[in-house]
Every structure is written in structure tokens, then in C-alpha cells.
């Protein structure tokens, strides 16, 4: 199988991953509810692996990075945890459902939200959220990367527009957590939620978010914690504040050393070569008759994400073609980006979408070019 869905979740791990966690389903107990070299091994590797995150995003403490299921976690902690009724609250159309929908359960709490459109390319202007800021605008909510186009938001931009207003600033870094930098301070980002299982090349059910020291977060949860038991109210300091029951250990463990590979072999190397791919393959399919790709090709700065369409076939048939005849694993459908779709006109045919990996090989991308040159001669 040639794997081309890694915006979906990154199929292949470095092999340290397994290792680690394999290692600590044998050998870690519970962070934080014990003394023992089990309890303690597990506060170790949980504070290690906090340790590099701070390190990767540029934060100003471990202690500020929460760990969390996956990005939808925390975006749902961010969002409802922040907003209060008679809030104002930006977006854009490139937004994921795990934006779009704790947003709209806001709404419906008397939260005032604006959705932003995007030009025919799928690109969001920052004048226009800055002119949408409000007397009462609370935070300004957005991804890094759209998981649809590839398309992505100067988040630096956008953090300056939220310091100048005094709004918080919320990024979605799911598709680019682990492919381009990112530093929290210096982008002025109030709270930036992440996935592991992504291009951070670590396992299903981690990741996390940063917040920064000073803003305060509703927890969406509340229980045990193994510190100051017989309190009522859950502990308010971080990160316990965020983190109720038994954190995920085991995948944190596999995280910790997906981390460790990354820091490795370097983020700026990663990135050079996903994308190489992605611009190899774009240059392959785009003259192709009756292929159209979807998003912003002239700028170099995009994640490594190539959608399209053949003619008016659905995106569901095109990518089980190319599963069941070429062995290509991609991804059709509506991407959980439904107004994005709407923006592109494509709510009814989706599209497919090629994500690349600096596991894909040159060859594999030709074979993919293919494929979908062959697909569109049918």
C-alpha cells in the first residue's frame, strides 16, 4: 500500500514509537498517585514529554502544556472554556468541525460568532478579521493549516491583530504541529491545541494544548486529580486544572519518543522534503485534462496537502479506485470541513485529497501521478 493520508493520521511511525510505548504498558504505573518507581517512572516521562513540547512550541513553561485525547479535546476545552454569553468570537470558513461545532453549541448559549469567507483560492485576509473585531470580541479562533486546501493563515498576523485589540488568540495546529514552526510567544498566541498522531509521528488518543500563563480556562472536566483530595472543587493549578482522571501514559510514553525523533533528524528537513513531494505531484496532475485542484499553489509556505476533483466523478469512487487498482490509500469526502466545501462548491462531490509524509518516496508520487493521469483518461 502506498499511504497518502497522513493529514488523517500519519500511518507510519518512527519504530522508537512502538518501542516506547511497548516499553511502558510493561513498565509505568499511574503519574502522580503513588511513590513507587512505577508511579514515579510514569511523572517522569509524562514531564519529560511536556518538557519537549514546551521546547518545540516555545512556551514559557511545562507546567502551561495540558495533555489532552486529541486536538478536538482541546479545542473544546479552549473554546467553552473561555466564552462566556455576550462574548463575540471570530472564525473562518477553513475551520474543521472541531472548531466549527463547539462553536456553534456556543452560539446557542447567546455567544456572538463570526464566520469569515475566504477568496477563490480558499486564502483568509487579515484585514478582514481585523475588521471584525468588536467591543465585546473575546477571542479570534482559527487554524494554522486547512485540512481541505492545504491553504494556511499568517498566524503571526493574525496574533498581532488579537494582542493590538486585547482579544485571545486560539490556533488550531493540527496539520501543522511537527511540519513548521511554531513559537507561542513570539506569535502571541494565547492558546494553541495540538494532536499527536499527526505530523508529530506519535500514537492515536495523545495530544495537548499550550495556554499561556494569565488566561484563564473553564475546566471541561473535573475529578480525580492525585493532589489535594479533599478539596470540593478540582485543583486550579496547571496543569492539573485541565487534566481530570488518568492521563494517557502509555501514548505519551510513544509521544515522548516520537518527539525525540523529531528533534533528531530536524523539523526544517521534514518539511523540505514533504514538501518536494507535494509540489511534485501538483506539477504531475494539475495540466491533466479534466483534473481540478483546489487551493493556493503560488505561495511556497502551505502544508504538504493536495485536494482535486476528476470531472464530476464523486471523490468517494475516484479514491476507492485508487485503493482497490493501484494500492493508493487517500482520502475523498467532505474532510470534516464543511464550509470550506461550500466556499469551493464542491459540498456535493467532496474531494480527494493526497497528504504526504517524509516517508513517501519520489517514486511513489510518480506512481501516484499515474494513476490519476490513467483515472482521468477513463
Same mark, same amino acid.
Given at each position: 500500500m502506498i499511504y497518502m493520508d497522513n493529514a488523517a493520521t500519519t500511518l507510519h511511525k518512527p519504530p522508537q514509537v512502538a518501542k516506547a510505548i511497548v516499553q511502558a504498558l510493561n513498565s509505568i504505573g499511574n503519574a502522580g498517585r503513588g511513590a513507587t518507581e512505577a508511579s514515579l517512572g510514569a511523572s517522569r516521562v509524562i514531564y519529560d514529554t511536556r518538557e519537549k513540547l514546551c521546547r518545540l512550541f516555545g512556551g514559557e513553561s511545562p507546567n502551561r502544556i495540558v495533555f489532552t485525547a486529541n486536538s478536538t479535546e482541546s479545542l473544546n476545552i479552549a473554546i467553552k472554556g473561555i466564552l462566556n454569553p455576550g462574548d463575540h468570537v471570530i472564525t473562518t470558513v477553513l475551520e474543521h468541525n472541531s472548531v466549527l461545532r463547539p462553536l456553534y453549541e456556543c452560539r446557542e448559549r447567546g455567544i456572538e460568532l463570526t464566520i469569515l469567507g475566504c477568496d477563490g483560492k480558499g486564502n483568509i485576509s487579515c484585514e478582514n478579521i481585523e475588521s471584525a473585531v468588536k467591543e465585546n470580541t473575546r477571542a479570534i479562533v482559527c487554524t494554522h493549516g486547512s485540512n481541505l486546501t492545504g491553504n494556511m493563515i499568517d498566524i503571526s498576523a493574525v496574533g498581532a491583530i488579537a494582542e493590538k485589540h486585547h482579544v485571545l488568540f486560539v490556533v488550531d495546529a493540527s496539520q501543522t504541529a511537527g511540519v513548521f514552526p511554531v513559537d507561542v510567544q513570539k506569535m502571541k498566541i494565547d492558546i494553541l491545541c495540538f494532536t499527536g498522531h499527526k505530523s508529530l509521528r506519535g500514537p492515536q488518543g495523545t495530544g495537548g494544548m499550550y495556554v499561556r500563563t494569565g488566561v484563564g480556562v473553564r475546566p471541561l472536566l473535573s475529578g480525580g486529580s492525585g493532589v489535594d483530595t479533599y478539596n470540593i472543587h478540582h485543583p486550579k493549578e496547571m496543569p492539573t486544572a485541565l487534566e481530570a482522571g488518568t492521563l494517557n501514559g502509555h501514548g505519551i510514553a510513544g509521544l515522548n519518543a516520537a518527539l525525540s525523533y523529531l528533534e533528531e533528524i530536524g523539523m526544517d528537513s521534514v518539511r523540505a522534503q514533504e514538501l518536494s513531494l507535494m509540489r511534485m505531484f501538483y506539477e504531475g496532475i494539475c495540466g491533466i485534462p479534466g483534473v481540478k485542484v483546489y487551493g493556493d499553489f503560488e505561495t511556497r509556505q502551505r502544508c504538504p496537502i493536495v485536494s482535486f476533483n476528476i470531472g464530476d466523478y464523486d471523490s468517494s469512487e475516484v479514491s476507492d479506485e485508487l485503493f $482497490? &487498482?493501484?494500492?493508493?490509500?487517500?482520502? #475523498?469526502?467532505?474532510?470534516?470541513? #464543511?464550509?470550506?466545501?461550500?466556499?469551493?462548491?464542491?459540498?456535493?462531490?467532496?474531494? &480527494?485529497?493526497? $497528504?504526504? $509524509?517524509?516517508y513517501n518516496t519520489e517514486e511513489e508520487v510518480q506512481t501516484a501521478i499515474e494513476a490519476v493521469r490513467k483515472l482521468a483518461e477513463d
Open positions: $482497490s &487498482v493501484y494500492g493508493i490509500a487517500t482520502r #475523498p469526502g467532505a474532510h470534516c470541513a #464543511p464550509l470550506m466545501h461550500k466556499a469551493l462548491g464542491t459540498k456535493d462531490q467532496g474531494a &480527494v485529497r493526497f $497528504s504526504f $509524509s517524509h
